[in-house]
């Protein structure tokens, strides 16, 4: 059974920072594609960052640039998210995303989401 467990979410103020993880299980994560979103009320989802399979590389969206860092530890099966300088409109629900390739099929997987709140 897939499963992606956010944490690390939580009400901070303006300028503060957050780290949030992800932990996965039940399937094989170094092979995985991971990624966090976020959705702000009345907002699509938006793609945040991105990291390949062996951490070689990232990407984030433009807003997010020099402020967040996407980084993985395939050893613990874990993603995390370095949220600096927190904006108030950083407030989203955030999610972690897998993609998975396996036996030439395409799965997403998704968490359940954690609330960030940027805040005075």
């Known amino acids: 059974q897939v499963q992606l467990v956010e944490s690390g979410g939580g009400l901070v103020q303006p300028g503060e920072s957050l780290r949030l993880s992800c932990a996965a299980s039940?399937?094989?994560?170094?092979?995985?594609?991971m990624s966090w979103y976020r959705q702000a009320p009345g907002k699509e989802r938006e793609l945040v960052a991105t990291i390949t399979r062996t951490g070689g590389r990232t990407n984030y969206v433009d807003s997010v640039k020099g402020r967040f860092t996407i980084s993985r530890d395939n050893a613990k099966n874990t993603v995390y998210l370095q949220m600096n300088s927190l904006k108030p409109e950083d407030t989203a629900v955030y999610y972690c995303?897998?993609?998975?390739?396996?036996?030439?099929?395409?799965?997403?997987?998704w968490g359940q989401g954690t609330q960030v709140t940027v805040s005075s």
């Open positions: 039940g399937f094989t994560f170094s092979n995985s594609v």
């Open positions: 995303n897998a993609r998975v390739v396996s036996a030439a099929v395409l799965y997403d997987y």
